[in-house]
């Protein structure tokens, strides 16, 4: 398992939102837009997973899609293997809030072990913070990530398993996460409507020497047998931040 993507919107700070029946987000956040439209996509095997892995992304795709133009995320594993896909999509050292908003649909659920997607912010002092979460075929929970001496990823008590979610079919997923100093705060997820707190935190900053201001996000595949090959399309993918 593992964690970091490599990867000037104007925006106003606002009240922190409720986290009640749903995830709010105030009227005065960011927003990316659509982020599969982006033609800047990266994409790599990571080398903190087993064995190795191949991947591409074509955009735009007719169908599946909600609105016409989905992207198309594709990967070839060995040994479980991992792809990581990332996206530099601004520069904001000062935001605290964020929200992690996509649609996904998978043609077979049962070659996926671990949906990674993540949020990464260099602060002005050079630390990198990294909002990293997953839904966990093997843990069968959504996970969070502490960055305690590296990396260390933490079950929650809200069951996930991508194996389980159903094929071929758009699920919606929202991720509600915050910072203080260097500490993480995973306020909420929502998974096809259905609100979970989760309202853990922990120590959630590295210094990778990243440049300062930069918000990126990943998402990674992780394969759930000796071989085979996952596709995956997004559509509506955007994040929100104040």
């Given at each position: 398992m593992k964690i970091f993507g490599y990867a000037v919107l104007m925006f106003s700070i606002a009240a922190a939102p409720v986290f009640a029946a749903d995830i709010s987000i105030p009227k005065g956040a960011a927003s990316t837009g659509d982020l599969t439209e982006s033609s800047h996509w990266e994409w790599t095997h990571d080398g903190k997973t087993p064995g190795g892995s191949v991947a591409s992304s074509h955009y735009p795709i007719g169908s599946p899609s909600l609105d016409g133009h989905?992207?198309?995320?594709?990967?070839?594993?060995?040994?479980?293997?991992?792809?990581?896909?990332?996206?530099?999509?601004?520069?904001?050292?000062?935001?605290?809030?964020?929200?992690?908003?996509?649609?996904v649909y998978?043609?077979?659920?049962?070659?996926?072990?671990?949906?990674?997607?993540?949020?990464?912010?260099?602060?002005?002092?050079?630390?990198?913070?990294?909002?990293?979460?997953?839904?966990?075929?093997?843990?069968?929970?959504?996970?969070?990530?502490?960055?305690?001496?590296?990396?260390?990823?933490?079950?929650?008590?809200?069951?996930?398993?991508?194996?389980?979610?159903?094929?071929?079919?758009?699920?919606?997923?929202?991720?509600?996460?915050?910072?203080?100093?260097?500490?993480?705060?995973?306020?909420?997820?929502?998974?096809?409507?259905?609100?979970?707190?989760?309202?853990?935190?922990?120590?959630?900053t590295l210094d990778l020497h990243w440049s300062p201001g930069s918000l990126s996000l990943n998402f990674q595949l992780d394969g759930a047998n000796s071989r085979g090959e996952i596709t995956l399309f997004q559509d509506k993918l955007t994040v929100f931040y104040w």
């Open positions: 989905a992207r198309e995320f594709y990967m070839s594993y060995a040994d479980k293997g991992g792809e990581r896909f990332s996206l530099t999509f601004g520069r904001n050292a000062e935001v605290t809030h964020f929200v992690y908003d996509t649609y998978l043609e077979d659920p049962s070659e996926l072990a671990n949906l990674e997607m993540d949020i990464n912010q260099v602060l002005s002092n050079g630390l990198t913070v990294i909002y990293a979460f997953q839904c966990s075929a093997y843990s069968g929970t959504w996970q969070y990530a502490l960055m305690t001496n590296g990396p260390h990823w933490h079950a929650t008590k809200v069951g996930c398993s991508p194996k389980k979610w159903a094929a071929k079919t758009w699920h919606h997923i929202q991720i509600a996460s915050h910072r203080s100093g260097d500490e993480v705060f995973y306020d909420a997820v929502t998974f096809d409507g259905e609100y979970h707190a989760i309202n853990e935190k922990g120590h959630g």
